[in-house]
């Protein structure tokens, strides 16, 4: 068990839908990323928030967006949902100023119908 | 942006035998590289990493090599067992460059350990 949650496991939906996923890093870490792994992308970084703000971008679409709040939890919104977007989707957390490991969460599993 | 390649992308290994998987990284600012080990349908678990200030890292039958003038590193498992069976992702990332912490990931390599 890494500590980090993710809810929830699995999530199926159809298409045009729109899907929340949650997730909560480990105790003291202040940074949390998000990694979409599909079969042909392989793991792919989305996105990064750092204490609040998002730190860097990597190849979210447009129709993506997350947040992270204040008690650090993170939520990745996905809407107007398209088949390609059935994925796993992982967050990780790291604390940071050069610890950069970055530890996963079980992942949701998405599908889109 | 970074590209990481990632050589075999299957490899079968009789057991007790050893296993080396390759990754090439092209942005000379990564410097912290990770493996993980993924099992089908699980989250990908860190088993090991090493630093740019580093040559080489072991830790039990697991080491890690790297070569910053080549810009490739390597992962060495020994005496592999059954359980070692799973798919392994190498990883770069700029690491110490605070607030720019996103991984790279290589393609994969499937090992399988014949019993």
């Known amino acids: 068990d890494s500590g980090v949650t993710q809810t929830p496991k699995h999530l199926i939906t159809a298409t045009g839908q729109r899907v929340t996923l949650r997730c909560s890093p480990r105790?003291?870490?202040?940074?949390v990323y998000w990694y979409q792994q599909s079969l042909d992308q392989g793991l792919q970084f989305l996105i990064q928030y750092y204490n609040g703000e998002e730190r860097a971008k990597g190849n979210i679409l447009e129709r993506f967006s997350a947040q992270q709040f204040p008690d650090l939890h993170s939520e990745l919104n996905l809407s107007s949902l398209e088949l390609g977007d059935s994925a796993l989707y992982f967050c990780a957390s790291s604390y940071p100023g050069g610890a950069d490991t970055q530890y996963f969460g079980p992942g949701t599993r998405l599908t889109v119908l | 942006g970074e590209n990481v390649e990632q050589h075999p992308s299957t490899l079968s290994v009789q057991e007790g035998d050893s296993a080396v998987i390759k990754c090439t990284y092209s942005?000379?600012?990564?410097?912290?590289f990770p493996w993980y080990k993924q099992e089908l349908g699980k989250r990908p678990q860190l088993i090991i990493d090493?630093?740019?200030?580093?040559g080489e890292k072991k830790d039990q039958r697991i080491a890690v090599t790297l070569n910053k003038t080549a810009k490739h590193f390597s992962l060495h498992i020994t005496e592999t067992q059954p359980e070692d069976s799973a798919v392994y992702f190498c990883?770069?990332?700029?690491?110490?460059?605070?607030?720019?912490?996103?991984?790279?990931f290589g393609t994969g390599t499937r090992l399988t350990i014949i019993p």
């Open positions: 090493i630093r740019s200030n580093v």
């Open positions: 105790s003291g870490d202040l940074s």
């Open positions: 990883a770069a990332s700029p690491g110490l460059t605070f607030g720019n912490e996103k991984l790279t």
């Open positions: 942005d000379s600012a990564s410097n912290y």
